[in-house]
C-alpha cells in the first residue's frame, strides 16, 4: 500500500495539491526515500520533478527513481551536498522545491499518519514496545 515505499509520499501529495506547480516542475534533494517519494507523486500528476541525490544514496532507491520518470542528479558525498545542488536548481529554473522534512506541507502531510495511528489503535503508545525480546 505504500507505493513509493515510505510515508513520505504523505508529505509530497501534500506539496504538489496545495501548492502552486510551475511548468518547470519540482525539484527535491534526498537520500532516497523523499527522492522516491517525489518521483511517484510528480508522475502521478503529470507533474516534471528533477530528484538530486549523493553518491551514497541506495542504488535501489535511484533505481526507482529514474523508474517514476524524475531527472535523476547523482553527486556530492553527503545529503548536503545535494541540498546545495537542488537548491541551485531552484535558482536556475525556477522549479518548486519539496523539502524532505523542513517544510510546513511536508510535516502536514507526514503528520496523517500519526492521525491514523491514534484512530486504529488509539492505546498505543511507545512505552509498550520492549525491543530487547
Known amino acids: 500500500m505504500q507505493h ?3 510515508f513520505n ?3 509530497v501529495f501534500t506539496n504538489l495539491l ?3 506547480v510551475p511548468a518547470t516542475g519540482v525539484v527535491a534533494a534526498s537520500g532516497g526515500n523523499h527522492g522516491v517519494a517525489v518521483a511517484f507523486a510528480a508522475n502521478r500528476l503529470d507533474r516534471k520533478a528533477a530528484i538530486f ?4 544514496a541506495s542504488p535501489s532507491k535511484i533505481e526507482l ?11 556530492g558525498d553527503r545529503y548536503a551536498d545535494a541540498l546545495a545542488a537542488s537548491e541551485h536548481h531552484v535558482v ?3 522549479a518548486l522545491p519539496i523539502h524532505a522534512f523542513d517544510q510546513a506541507e511536508t510535516m502536514l502531510g507526514q503528520g496523517t499518519v500519526g492521525l491514523e495511528i491514534a484512530r486504529d ?3 498505543a503508545n511507545t512505552t509498550a514496545v520492549n525491543f530487547e525480546n
Do not use: F, Q
Open 121 to 123: 489503535a488509539p492505546g
Open 4 to 6: 513509493a515505499g515510505s
Open 92 to 94: 536556475e529554473h525556477g
Open 9 to 11: 509520499v504523505r508529505g
Open 53 to 56: 541525490v549523493p553518491t551514497i
Open 18 to 20: 496545495t501548492r502552486e
Open 65 to 75: 527513481i529514474r523508474r517514476h520518470g524524475a531527472e535523476l542528479h547523482v553527486g
